[in-house]
């Protein structure tokens, strides 16, 4: 029979009238409440928000779809013109403020190279921390560069620029209802603007955790979570630009 | 317990069985070319899945009682299934349903996949919210244009549908609030929708058509019984959804002719 | 593949608020889930009561409400249908039990997200709260039906009720579309990550199953409502043409143009369809497991069963179209959506032939929830079998859009899974609240709904084929429909009964959770994991240890064995069949 370090009062199940068997003990991980030496499982945790995050992006992938399809059916799509009595094609290209995009395309990828080396930053802080806590051991001050900063301030910089290329396309006379086309335009830039600021709270919402001091392995499952998040967003704004160019 | 259970289920089953077969409240009496072949299918489907029905039902109740707990007279089988059954029915219901959707396809195809014929009978459906109102295109077998500026409800037919008369193809155009058409020839049907979808629906005809704005869609069928026929909207389309009635009537060949002919005189 | 690592737990929280409004703990949350789903139904069921009122008195004025115009009606209609889909059949049969019963079914002490728990339901909460705010607005509710058909739904000009009631009807749905897609994540997350030792996934009960692939449809058709919903606000306020072609309403010509009334419908239904199996298959998920215990036998066939709802799953994402063989897509596709529509139905038959043979040399024991168990089964096949006719593009262009449609989702969504609902209450009430519904009126609530219910709903296949077409306000109009309100007529006086045979059962629910008879921890003999726990169960599921997980779920009558049921937990024994 297994025994137990805590002194947890264990209230022993009752099966139903007609009298059960008690529940098979098993010693070790699986009954505790924390893995080994009593700390939290952090690499469990970690899996199990990297599950969590993969499992979210077909919801979003699924949104883009909808609008890809919306926007393809749309281009092709005649409308009855009462006048002629014929179907006509409405589709009105679009000249895309493409030196602003190019421009925002490459803020943005750069990003995500500061979005991995914050992560790849903290998984060795969360390394290394179990170390730190050894009595006499000193790792000494490190200098950390702010490459969470970094992507933020970055973050932020697609977002200006994807709202100079807003203001540059409606200048020229696109605005959100000219037409077909320049609606697709706003419509999946505006989304995918909306989940890069997801992206940028969770950022700050992991610099704030960092404030309040939890501990590093904690912390190091946001950031970790967060940065495939970004690298999803920086691949779909990829395809959205893609998109948007092939089909304008 | 288990008899209660069986004597309501079987009482469901019979009562609306009996309605069923009765044909208490039925398809009202086909008036087209079509009508027969649809109602075949129709009743196809309606007696095998009458059969499994009543046939699902009245295992339900049997069951329900047959196997109640009895105290110890009650033997149970552990068994967790038969995979050789499982083969068996799925087998035989994708059989079944798949076989009845194909063998109603060729009426589908009948109805959709071909083009009108040639000689058939012209007329232009316009739905708007909340009536109907039908075009014949003239002996120059053209609709003439319409213009959404010339649109105007109140003064009802030409200009409800914004006629342009200025266009030469529209003179001959006669538009009227009651669909008249000859028996025995094919209406070659193009419905249109000036506001929301609206659905042209005729249960006589066993026709059913969705009028979409932005689209003017091709359908065709043949009455074949002389008579006046009912109109209902089929597709919810505002506060005057249920009031959106109108009136297809059957006439001769020569009835339509004179009917037509009067329509046009009216415009001089 | 699950990582057996229990999440970071935490302490029975302190406090009202902590324990009761913002809990962490998943079964609070499926409680809460429940309780909005009742007060959605009774909402719901009394826009209905209304709507059947008006049909036969059109010109009657109700106590307190007024005169009910055509498109007051049309707004009962519409926000009928919108509440009894989205709050009450979305939310109770998933969010409610699944919350409560999932993470305990699998051996987890919680959900694998339980912030993000709490979260997706107080965002279903504000999504109620807004749809509900339609009402109060001025112009009120809007009246273009559950589905929202554009240009209808997209011009504010083209019916009352459809300037700022139809924006706050868009809002709610896509708030509550976010709230299903975080409780999707949390549900299929916890179902791969958290399962306990010998939980295999061919272990799990039928109701894990049907959360599981529920959850999947929702995961991937929610985030297209969303979008779509966008794009008719879009529409709506921001001049778009997503929608909308050039179209003049009452003599104004509206300033869109080029837009795709069919592109709406398209991108509605691709949610629209798995959307009504999100409703149906967590109520058969119950009445497999109540067939099961209460026939003292193995479910029938449970890898066949575990194949069906995965079948469905995936068929119910290619036969949207069903939905619009009428509305001028091209026929050649509305052949291919019939064939597979045909083809969903085959796993659904395959389901009911199981549920039949679990009965079969079965020990029946006719406690509440398996007569609820054993009335869904007889609904089900009463409104899927009118199913085939309308999946046959020919037929449909008789019934589309007549009361036999009305008939066949009634019967299905409407009573069925309702009635798993009902059995999932019966059967999970004494593990949640530590004592026992009252049998008596629970038979006697089963009795008069599954009568009555039959009494409304199946009529409606009558009025369809003699062509009765659906939201109408009245019947005057048109002369071959005026004599079918005598039918009508007898469907409104069942509705009377059957309504008011529901505060039996809202009654027994309150009653019992203060007055019941104290429940033990099994009080059904069932196998299932809850069923080792107390009633109510401890804050952490399991009391400090997880188990361990041995059998398959529905062990009954193994030959041998010392009594009629093996727990999933109970050690390795000789006779059982493996799984």
Not at chain 2, 29 to 48: E, H, K, V
Not at chain 3, 15 to 44: C, E, M, N, P, T
Not at chain 3, 308 to 315: M, Q
Not at chain 3, 541 to 557: A, K, L, M, R
Request: proline content about 6%; glycine content about 10%; hydrophobic content about 50%.
């Amino acid at each position: 029979m297994a025994s137990f370090e805590s002194s947890i009062d264990l209230k022993m199940p009752q099966a139903g009238h007609g009298g059960g068997s008690a529940p098979p003990l098993v010693g070790g991980g699986d009954n505790d409440n924390h893995g080994d030496g009593g700390l939290p499982d952090y690499n469990g945790r970690l899996r199990r928000a990297r599950l969590g995050i993969a499992v979210a992006l077909p919801t979003f992938i699924m949104v883009f779809i909808a609008m890809t399809s919306a926007l393809v059916v749309r281009r092709g799509l005649p409308t009855f013109d009462d006048r002629t009595a014929t179907y006509v094609r409405d589709w009105l290209q679009v000249t895309l403020p493409l030196p602003l995009l190019l421009i925002n395309t490459l803020i943005l990828l750069l990003s995500t190279v500061t979005m991995e080396l914050a992560r790849r930053q903290i998984t060795r802080q969360a390394a290394l921390a179990p170390v730190r806590t050894i009595p006499g051991v000193s790792l000494g001050e490190e200098r950390h560069f702010p490459w969470m900063g970094a992507t933020v301030v970055l973050g932020l910089g697609f977002l200006v620029g994807q709202w100079l290329a807003w203001n540059e396309l409606s200048d020229s006379g696109f605005r959100i209802s000219t037409s077909p086309s320049s609606s697709f335009f706003y419509l999946l830039t505006g989304m995918h603007a909306l989940h890069l600021v997801g992206g940028v709270v969770a950022l700050l919402y992991a610099g704030a955790t960092s404030l309040l001091q939890r501990p590093v392995e904690a912390r190091r499952i946001v950031v970790d979570v967060t940065a495939w998040y970004w690298h999803f967003v920086a691949l779909l704004w990829l395809y959205i630009f893609a998109l948007l160019w092939f089909v304008r | 317990m288990g008899l209660a259970l069986l004597a309501l289920i079987w009482l469901i089953t019979f009562v609306s069985t009996y309605f069923f077969v009765a044909k208490t409240w039925w398809l009202l009496p086909g008036a087209s070319a079509l009508a027969p072949i649809i109602d075949r299918q129709f009743n196809t489907t309606y007696i095998i899945m009458g059969v499994v029905f009543v046939a699902a039902q009245v295992s339900l109740g049997l069951f329900a009682w047959m196997y109640r707990d009895r105290g110890t007279a009650t033997k149970v089988n552990y068994s967790h299934g038969n995979t050789t059954m499982e083969i068996v029915w799925t087998s035989l219901t994708a059989v079944l349903f798949i076989g009845l959707n194909l063998v109603g396809s060729p009426i589908w195809a009948a109805e959709r996949f071909a083009p009108a014929a040639p000689d058939s009978v012209k007329v232009e459906v316009t739905g708007m919210q909340f009536a109907w109102y039908f075009r014949y295109p003239g002996k120059d077998e053209k609709y003439g244009a319409t213009d959404p500026k010339l649109m105007d409800p109140s003064s009802g037919n030409e200009a409800a549908i914004g006629l342009d008369t200025s266009d030469a193809a529209s003179k001959d155009d006669v538009v009227t609030g009651t669909m008249f058409i000859p028996v025995n020839r094919q209406v070659d049907l193009t419905l249109k929708a000036v506001d929301v979808i609206h659905s042209f629906f005729v249960p006589a005809f066993r026709f059913k058509q969705d009028a979409v704005p932005g689209l003017a869609i091709h359908m065709h069928f043949t009455p074949t019984a002389l008579g006046d026929y009912e109109i209902a909207c089929a597709e919810l389309c505002g506060l005057g959804h249920y009031k959106m009635h109108g009136m297809v009537k059957v006439v001769s060949q020569a009835d339509f002719d004179s009917w037509l002919a009067a329509r046009e005189a009216e415009k001089q | 593949m699950a990582t057996h690592a229990p999440i970071h737990a935490h302490a029975a929280p302190q406090g009202f608020i902590r324990k009761y409004v913002f809990s962490l703990d998943h079964k609070v949350i499926g409680v809460q889930y429940y309780f909005l789903a009742l007060v959605a139904v009774f909402v719901g069921m009394f826009l209905s009561l209304l709507m059947r009122i008006h049909l036969i008195w059109p010109t009657a004025s109700i106590p307190f409400f007024g005169d009910i115009k055509p498109e007051t009606y049309l707004t009962l209609l519409t926000m009928h249908g919108t509440i009894m889909v989205f709050f009450v059949l979305t939310t109770a049969p998933q969010s409610g039990f699944g919350n409560y019963f999932l993470p305990i079914q699998i051996g987890a002490p919680d959900m694998a997200f339980p912030v993000l728990n709490m979260l997706s339901f107080w965002t279903t909460f504000v999504a109620f709260v807004v749809m509900i705010a339609a009402f109060f607005v001025t112009g009120g509710a809007p009246l273009h039906g559950w589905t929202g058909y554009a240009p209808l739904s997209a011009l504010p000009s083209a019916g009352p009720g459809e300037q700022l009631g139809a924006d706050l009807w868009i809002t709610s749905i896509a708030i509550f579309c976010v709230a299903s897609l975080m409780g999707a994540l949390n549900f299929i997350t916890t179902i791969l990550d958290l399962r306990a030792k010998g939980m295999k996934l061919m272990r799990m009960p039928l109701t894990c199953w049907a959360w599981f692939v529920t959850a999947i449809l929702g995961l991937l058709a929610f985030g297209v409502l969303l979008s779509a919903g966008i794009l008719l606000l879009l529409d709506r306020n921001l001049g778009t043409s997503f929608y909308v072609p050039l179209v003049v309403v009452n003599g104004q010509i509206m300033g869109h143009k080029g837009g795709s009334p069919l592109l709406w419908q398209h991108l509605f239904w691709f949610f629209g369809h798995p959307e009504v199996y999100i409703a149906i298959l967590p109520g058969m998920g119950v009445a497999s497991q109540l067939l099961s215990t209460f026939s003292r036998k193995p479910i029938f066939g449970y890898r066949a069963m575990v194949y069906a709802i995965l079948a469905i799953g995936i068929l119910g994402f290619v036969v949207w179209g069903h939905h619009m063989f009428m509305s001028g897509m091209s026929p050649y596709s509305a052949f291919a959506f019939s064939v597979m529509t045909m083809a969903i139905g085959v796993p659904s038959a395959i389901k009911t032939f199981n549920w039949l043979g679990t009965m079969y040399r079965g020990r029946i024991r006719f406690q509440s929830p398996m007569l609820y168990a054993i009335g869904f089964v007889s609904l089900f096949v009463s409104g899927g079998l009118s199913g085939p006719f309308l999946a046959q593009p020919t037929l449909d262009i008789q019934l589309h859009d007549t009361y036999f449609v009305v008939g066949h989702f009634h019967l299905i969504m409407g009573v069925a899974a309702i009635f798993g609902m009902f059995a999932g209450t019966a059967y999970w009430f004494p593990k949640m609240f530590g004592r026992m519904m009252n049998e008596t009126w629970a038979r006697v609530h089963f009795f008069i709904t599954l009568a009555g219910t039959y009494a409304i709903f199946m009529p409606m296949h009558y009025l369809g084929m003699a062509g009765q077409t659906r939201r109408y306000s009245q019947f005057t109009e048109v002369a071959y429909q005026t004599k079918l309100i005598p039918l009508q007529t007898f469907m409104t006086y069942a509705a009377f009964v059957t309504i008011g045979a529901q505060l039996i059962f809202v009654i027994n629910l309150f009653w019992s959770m203060k007055k019941g008879a104290k429940a033990g921890d099994n009080p059904w003999e069932s196998t299932t994991l809850e069923w080792t726990i107390p009633s109510p169960p401890p804050h952490d599921n399991f009391g400090g240890h997880i188990p361990v997980v041995n059998h398959g779920p529905y062990e009954y009558s193994v030959p041998g064995a010392p009594r009629d049921y093996v727990m999933q937990t109970d050690p390795p024994m000789a006779g059982v069949h493996p799984s």
